[in-house]
């Protein structure tokens, strides 16, 4: 970005204001990067595999989900337009 020995919090304020977007990389690159990036996949399995069992999921009423890849935009860090769903308590039964 432009002057970036400045402080000037506002180019992380506005979409704009950032020349280059790629700049950004939250987790680091290379053999120093992150420690915690396995711990967040793990917990992100966790949290997938606890909504699977215990929701039936189904895309909203009205969802146009052929039409939703078309969202992704990658540039580095993923961007993508919502995904809608709707998640319905399964009835546990004894067995």
């Known amino acids: 970005p432009n002057s970036p020995d400045e402080f000037i919090p506002d180019r992380w304020m506005e979409p704009h204001a950032a020349q280059n977007t790629q700049a950004f990389i ?9 420690v915690g990036r396995h711990l967040a996949r793990r917990e992100i399995l966790m949290v997938v595999s606890l909504l699977v069992q215990n929701f039936d999921i189904s895309f909203a009423q ?3 989900w052929r039409a939703w890849p078309g969202t992704l935009h990658d540039y580095f860090i993923a961007a ?16």
Do not use: I, K, M, W
Request: aromatic letters at 10%.
């Open 26 to 34: 939250p987790f680091s690159y290379g053999p120093a990067n992150c």
């Open 80 to 95: 993508r337009g919502p995904l809608l769903v709707t998640l319905q308590s399964r009835q546990h039964r004894s067995v």
């Open 62 to 64: 009205n969802f146009e």
